[in-house]
């Protein structure tokens, strides 16, 4: 699976939307995008995923560029629960399923 | 539905000892995986049931983890003998069989080697 960098961390205000980046630039064609956050001590929560077109659900919106070598997760209007660590995952339809969770990005909501 | 199911949610003992967590997937969901984190470190998968079957076990330390799915419904993780490393949170996850869709995760077992 393609390696993902992201920034350590992140300061939204709340109701401000919260963009967070995501750069893939080994990524193939058959390689998914996913987004996963962990909210304090919980377990993981899947926010989105897509493979070259754009996407949104009632969570979150994914910008994926033309090239596929970066992305950006799009909180809309971000709540003091959304304050979590975001984990960007490149992952391909076939094959091994695990998932490799990086360091992901700290995002902090205030108030 | 109900989610992803954990149990114990905390489990503490002693070095030396065997414990065993478990984990019940969605209904329905062939796909089974453990993952765990330990202190400081990265969110790391150790294996991938489908059904019954380990696809995928790649990740697991060494041999005093065991994981069992018989029946292809819930599955086990057994520690033994801990160690102190081992403490961490342990997750699982489920997915349905087909699909690229997300997995949903459990609230995890945070287990104390003492």
């Known amino acids: 699976d393609a390696k993902t960098t992201q920034p350590t961390s992140m300061d939204c205000a709340e109701g401000r939307a919260a963009n967070l980046p995501c750069n893939h630039s080994t990524i193939s064609g058959n390689e998914y995008v996913y987004w996963y956050r962990q909210i304090h001590s919980q377990g993981p929560q899947y926010i989105i995923h897509g493979l070259k077109n754009n996407e949104t659900n009632e969570m979150a919106s994914l910008i994926i560029t033309e090239d596929r070598k970066s992305s950006t997760l799009i909180l809309p209007h971000a709540t003091l629960r959304d304050t979590a660590v975001y984990y960007c995952?490149?992952?391909?339809?076939?094959?091994?399923?695990?998932?490799?969770f990086g360091s992901g990005t700290r995002l902090q909501v205030q108030p | 539905e109900a989610g992803v199911t954990q149990f114990p949610s905390h489990s503490v003992i002693e070095k030396g000892q065997t414990v065993t967590l478990r984990c019940d997937p969605i209904?329905?969901?062939?796909?089974l995986y453990w993952y765990r984190r330990v202190m400081g470190k990265e969110i790391k998968f150790l294996l991938h049931?489908?059904?019954?079957?380990?696809?995928?076990e790649s990740g697991m330390p060494n041999n005093r983890f065991l994981a069992e799915r018989t029946g292809g419904t819930y599955s086990t993780l057994k520690v033994q003998p801990a160690e102190l490393e081992d403490s961490g949170v342990y997750f699982c996850?489920?997915?349905?069989?087909?699909?690229?869709?997300?997995?949903?995760f459990g609230s995890g077992t945070r287990l104390t080697v003492v």
């Open positions: 049931f489908v059904k019954e079957s380990k696809q995928d």
């Open positions: 209904s329905g969901h062939d796909n």
């Open positions: 996850a489920s997915s349905q069989v087909h699909g690229t869709g997300g997995y949903t």
């Open positions: 995952i490149v992952r391909g339809n076939t094959g091994r399923r695990a998932l490799t």
